[in-house]
Structures are given as structure tokens and as C-alpha cells.
T-cell receptor
Framework: GAGVSQSPSNKVTEKGKDVELRCDPI?????LYWYRQSLGQGLEFLIY????????KSGLPSDRFSAERTGGSVSTLTIQRTQQEDSAVYLC????????????????FGPGTRLTVL | AQSVTQPDIHITVSEGASLELRCNYS??????LFWYVQSPGQGLQLLLK??????LVQGIKGFEAEFKRSQSSFNLRKPSVHWSDAAEYFC????????????FGTGTRLKVLA
């Protein structure tokens, strides 16, 4: 009965390295969202999944960012060749399936992964 | 483009005082509106949401919000603030139907004085 979990909780990396951030949604939640929270910037939408497919990738900042979801469950956000401006808290959220247009279910958020790029 | 504005970056109130956090949105139709709270070291939690119907909605922890179409606002209120309410509050809008993209404001950080 756990909530959304994310790992690692903190990640420090060097500029140019690749990082993978993991999200485990609440069991049974078919919708999954990734956001980026920078200081004073609010939450920036990155991508969402319905099942394993990502209908909207428009929020991904560049082609260095990618995400996948397997088995309708775990999702991984990958950032290649990290840059200092990628430093932020990356939040994952999940919700019940999207039953159709205008179906905005409550999102349950994980604690986030704090990424620091040196 | 749709947007959400939270004009107050920081607000400080005394414990027991009333609170109002402002949220304005820009959207062509009646949006779906949310307020979330992020307490220190914790994930975001939904306080309340508005989809349709009664424009005054009640949420958890004694919060309420009122949707005012004429002002494009969805302000969050609480009659008497408790020290545990110190947190960051985010207003969010459900984007056009079919995209399921939520647009969040930049947040208002609430400080409560004892």
C-alpha cells in the first residue's frame, strides 16, 4: 500500500555523465507523469504515460532527455550528457487511468530525486 | 497559451490569522483547477479541486477555494492558520481536453509566525 517511490533520493553527477532516475507508481495507476522542479520555477511538465505509451513528450527540454515505462509500472527518466542547468528536483506522479477527455484524476506525487550536476 | 499565475512568492501570517493565497489562470474555457501543498521534505499533496458545480469547494485540512470565472481566479483560503500549515502551495490547471497536461504555478511559500 505504499505511495509513489523514487530512487535515488539524491544524485550528484559530473557534467557530461548520463543519469537514470526511477519511479515506482502506486499499484494499479496507469497514468504516470514526470515533472521538474527548479528553484523558484514551480513544476515544469516533462512527459506523461498512459500505460506504456507516452502520448505527450512535448515537455522534454531537449533530446538529451528520454523516458520509458515498462509493464505499465516502473518508469525511468534518462538524462544524457548532463549539464549544470539540469540540476533540479525531478518529481514523478501517478494517477488512476484516464477514462477519456476531461478526466483529471488526482495525482499522487513521489518525494522526488534531487539531481545536482557539478 | 494556458498559464497559471501565483502573484505572491512568499506570504507570512501569524498563527490563528486568516489566509488567502491568490491564483489566476489564463484559459479559454472553464478549466479544471487544483491546489496542492508541498510540506518540507514531503511530496505534493492534493488539497482540493474544482471541476464544475458549486464554485466554493472544500478541501482537506480546513482549506477552501472559490472559483470566480469573471476574475479568472481560484484563490485558496483558510479561516485560521496553524503552524503546521507552513509549506509551499501550488495552484494547477488541467490543460485542454485530450492532453492531460497539468500546468502548475510557481508556488507561494507560506511562513507562519507563532
Amino acid at each position: 500500500g505504499a505511495g509513489v517511490s523514487q530512487s535515488p533520493s539524491n544524485k550528484v553527477t559530473e557534467k557530461g555523465k548520463d543519469v537514470e532516475l526511477r519511479c515506482d507508481p502506486i499499484s494499479g495507476h496507469t497514468a504516470l507523469y514526470w515533472y521538474r522542479q527548479s528553484l523558484g520555477q514551480g513544476l515544469e511538465f516533462l512527459i506523461y504515460f498512459q500505460g506504456n505509451s507516452a502520448p505527450d513528450k512535448s515537455g522534454l527540454p531537449s533530446d538529451r532527455f528520454s523516458a520509458e515505462r515498462t509493464g505499465g509500472s516502473v518508469s525511468t527518466l534518462t538524462i544524457q550528457r548532463t549539464q549544470q542547468e539540469d540540476s533540479a528536483v525531478y518529481l514523478c506522479a501517478s494517477s488512476l487511468g484516464l477514462a477519456g477527455p476531461n478526466s483529471y484524476n488526482e495525482q499522487f506525487f513521489g518525494p522526488g530525486t534531487r539531481l545536482t550536476v557539478l | 497559451a494556458q498559464s497559471v499565475t501565483q502573484p505572491d512568492i512568499h506570504i507570512t501570517v501569524s498563527e490563528g490569522a486568516s489566509l488567502e493565497l491568490r491564483c489566476n489562470y489564463s484559459y479559454g474555457a472553464t478549466p479544471y483547477l487544483f491546489w496542492y501543498v508541498q510540506s518540507p521534505g514531503q511530496g505534493l499533496q492534493l488539497l482540493l479541486k474544482y471541476f464544475s458545480g458549486d464554485t466554493l469547494v472544500q478541501g482537506i485540512k480546513g482549506f477552501e477555494a472559490e472559483f470566480k470565472r469573471s476574475q479568472s481566479s481560484f484563490n485558496l483560503r483558510k479561516p485560521s492558520v496553524h503552524w503546521s500549515d507552513a509549506a509551499e502551495y501550488f495552484c494547477a490547471v488541467g490543460a485542454p481536453s485530450g492532453t492531460y497536461k497539468y500546468i502548475f504555478g510557481t508556488g507561494t511559500r507560506l511562513k507562519v509566525l507563532a
